[in-house]
């Protein structure tokens, strides 16, 4: 098996797509932000001095998505069709959960700029609510599907309760 972002001389390259033909491409991924029961009862009451965390993770998580090529290296840059990022509150957690889908048409997928929407978002719950609980932590980030392109689509297996 060859590995599509090394080259012959064994040095890290960017993939050309400029063969592959442009396909509707989407991907959805997720992640949490576990916390306190005290902090999520603020985050709740929308009583955290920086404001509303779950405003300000969505808004995050989609300029991240737009911003995904200049963070990962290796990675093209793609004009997104669409960017969705949904942060609720879980009790059974306590905490955030996280999901984001993103879509393009285009020649390379957007599992990448999924992946980035969820982790800044959680990073950013993380920051909103540090002063309250230092001890959150963020978990399970993961591709849960993907469509379009030449492998075609993916499912994740559920997770392990």
Do not use: W
Request: hydrophobic content about 45%; some cysteine.
């Amino acid at each position: 098996m060859t590995l599509s972002h090394v080259g012959p001389d064994g040095a890290a390259r960017m993939v050309d797509v400029s063969g592959k033909a442009v396909t509707r491409r989407q991907a959805v991924a997720e992640g949490c932000v576990r916390m306190s029961a005290k902090a999520f009862a603020q985050v709740q009451s929308n009583s955290i001095a920086k404001g509303d965390v779950l405003a300000v993770a969505r808004i995050a998580g989609i300029q991240a998505a737009k911003r995904t090529a200049e963070l990962i290296p290796l990675c093209h840059p793609l004009a997104l069709d669409r960017v969705d990022v949904v942060a609720t509150l879980d009790e059974t957690l306590p905490g955030v959960r996280v999901t984001a889908t993103a879509g393009v048409e285009g020649k390379t997928g957007v599992e990448m700029e999924a992946l980035t929407a969820v982790t800044v978002a959680c990073l950013t719950v993380y920051d909103m609510v540090k002063a309250a609980d230092r001890t959150m932590t963020i978990e399970a980030v993961r591709l849960v599907h993907k469509s379009g392109g030449r492998s075609g689509d993916y499912s994740a297996p559920s997770p392990p309760d």
